[in-house]
């Protein structure tokens, strides 16, 4: 069973910038199209940020230009670079995946929540002054 344990996250000014990490475990990265997540306050989750299996990559237009989604499979590890941080950025922050038998990368690629599973535990983000 994959699993996923997100760390990164913190309090940080806007403008500024974090790195969130995903460690995967359980299951090999290599044939998981994977996404990043975010939940604010009283809102649903809404996607950030996903990639396929082959690396092609998609943003949510609020973080376009700002985030950027990486892997490093032999790490077996998801990567957000978040810069220019704003205070909209702020919620929890999760990721996910799905096996690319259970889902062909057109089906996913919009990044909705509820395509994706194998849910980690989040990791919160602040930007505040």
């Known amino acids: 069973q994959l699993q996923f344990v997100e760390s990164g996250g913190g309090l940080v000014q806007p403008g500024g910038s974090l790195r969130l990490s995903c460690v995967a475990s359980?299951?090999?990265?290599?044939?998981?199209?994977i996404g990043w997540f975010r939940q604010a306050p009283g809102k649903e989750r809404e996607g950030v940020s996903c990639?396929?299996?082959?690396?092609?990559?998609t943003y949510a237009d609020s973080v376009t230009g700002r985030f950027t989604i990486s892997r490093e499979n032999v790490q077996n590890t998801v990567y957000l670079q978040m810069n220019s941080l704003k205070p909209e950025d702020t919620g929890v922050y999760y990721c996910?995946?799905?096996?690319?038998?259970?889902?062909?990368?057109?089906?996913?690629?919009?990044?909705?929540?509820?395509?994706?599973?194998?849910w980690g535990q989040g990791t919160q983000v602040t930007v505040s002054s």
């Open positions: 990639m396929s299996s082959g690396d092609t990559r």
């Open positions: 996910a995946a799905v096996h690319v038998t259970s889902a062909a990368w057109p089906t996913v690629a919009s990044c909705a929540p509820n395509k994706y599973g194998f």
């Open positions: 359980g299951r090999s990265l290599d044939y998981y199209h």
